[in-house]
C-alpha cells in the first residue's frame, strides 16, 4: 500500500500547478494545461532577483506556451523535439525578465565555430523525414547527425501600435522594412545577441548597442530542462531605437513569439520550433488607495454601527443621545 501511495505521490509532484499550489486545468484534447495565450508581467519594486527560488518568481503566473515544428518555409522541421516551453515574467522601471523553461533530454553545445555568421537565416540544413526506424529517418541517425547550439528566442513587435488592422507580422522573423520585428537569441554556447527581422527569408541585422543594454541573468541545464532568464529594457525614446526596438508599456498587449532549437536534433536557422503568437502583459501596480480604502471603509461601518447599536440601547433606557 505505501508503494502505490508513493507513485501516486510522485505522479501528482509531476503535475504543475499554479500560485496557490492547485493543479492547473487540462485540456482534454492535448492532455496539457490549457493555453493562457496573455504572458503576465509582474511589477518589482528595485532590482529584479536572479534566484529562482526567490518569492516573486514564485509567485509570478507561469504560463505554458505550446511549440510546434516550422514545416512554412525549408528547412522544415518535421521531427520536433521541443512540444511546449514554460514562461514567467516580471518588471521594474528599467527592465522586463523573462524566465523560459523548457524539457530537453541533452545539453547541445556545438563543437569548434559553426559553418556561417550569427545573422544568417538562409543556410543549408538538411531535413529529416518524418519517419521512424527506417534508413534515413532521425531515429538511424540519431549519434552521427550534425550536432548545433541549442537556443531560443523571443519576438517582439517593433511600433506594435501602428500595424495597421489587416498586417500583423509573420511568425517568422517579420514581414518587411515598414513592419520589423525585435529578435532577442540566446545560445548554449553562452551568447546572447539582438537583431532585427524584416522578412522570413532576408538575414537578420544586428543590433549593437542593444545587445549592450541587454542581460543573460541565468542559463542553466539541470535534470533534462533548460532554464533560461533574459532580461532586457522595456524601451524608451531616449535610450533605444524606436524604429528597431519594441517598446513595452504597462497595460498593453505586446504581440511576442517565442523560438526554440534542439542542437542534438540538427536544429539551426529556420529548422526550429515556434509558437503562435502570444501576448505581454505588464500589469499595472496596484495603486495604495486600493488597500487603504477597504480598511477606512472597515472602520468606518464599525463605528457607525458601533453608533447604531448604542443609540438603540440609550432609546430602551430611556435616555437620548
Not at 22 to 33: E, G, S, V
Not at 234 to 249: A, R
Amino acid at each position: 500500500v505505501d508503494e502505490r501511495w508513493d507513485i501516486a505521490n510522485f505522479v501528482s509532484s509531476l503535475c504543475e500547478r499554479d500560485t496557490l499550489g492547485n493543479p492547473l486545468p487540462i485540456d482534454p484534447l492535448t492532455d496539457k494545461p490549457k493555453i493562457n495565450f496573455v504572458i503576465p508581467s509582474d511589477l518589482v519594486e528595485g532590482e529584479i532577483p536572479a534566484d529562482i527560488e526567490h518569492e516573486a518568481w514564485q509567485k509570478a503566473p507561469k504560463r505554458i506556451v505550446a511549440m510546434g515544428g516550422q514545416i512554412t518555409h525549408k528547412p522544415r522541421n518535421f521531427v520536433n523535439r521541443i512540444d511546449d516551453m514554460w514562461v514567467r515574467s516580471l518588471y521594474n522601471d528599467k527592465y522586463i525578465v523573462y524566465l523560459l523553461e523548457w524539457d530537453d533530454r541533452t545539453k547541445s553545445v556545438a563543437e569548434g565555430k559553426l559553418p556561417w555568421a550569427p545573422t544568417q537565416v538562409n543556410i543549408d540544413v538538411k531535413e529529416q523525414d518524418p519517419k521512424t526506424g527506417e534508413e534515413g529517418s532521425i531515429a538511424a541517425k540519431q549519434n552521427n547527425y550534425t550536432l548545433y547550439n541549442d537556443a531560443v528566442a523571443i519576438e517582439t513587435a517593433v511600433k506594435w501600435k501602428e500595424l495597421p488592422a489587416p498586417i500583423k507580422p509573420r511568425y517568422l522573423f517579420g514581414t518587411n522594412d515598414q513592419f520589423p520585428m525585435d529578435i532577442v537569441k540566446w545560445e548554449a554556447d553562452g551568447s546572447l545577441r539582438a537583431f532585427k527581422g524584416t522578412g522570413w527569408d532576408k538575414d537578420f541585422e544586428e543590433r549593437d548597442n542593444y545587445e549592450e543594454a541587454m542581460k543573460l541573468v541565468k542559463s542553466e541545464w539541470k535534470n533534462g530542462r533548460w532554464y533560461v532568464m533574459i532580461q532586457r529594457p522595456v524601451g524608451n525614446k531616449k535610450d533605444q531605437d524606436y524604429d528597431e526596438d519594441t517598446f513595452f508599456e504597462v497595460g498593453q498587449y505586446i504581440p511576442t513569439v517565442f523560438f526554440a532549437w534542439d542542437g542534438h536534433n540538427g536544429d539551426a536557422g529556420r529548422k526550429m520550433a515556434v509558437s503562435a503568437f502570444y501576448y505581454t502583459f505588464m500589469n499595472p501596480p496596484v495603486p495604495q488607495e486600493t488597500y487603504i480604502y477597504p480598511v477606512v471603509i472597515a472602520v468606518g461601518v464599525v463605528l457607525l454601527e458601533g453608533w447604531v447599536l448604542t443609540r438603540r440601547a440609550n432609546r430602551k433606557k430611556g435616555k437620548t443621545l
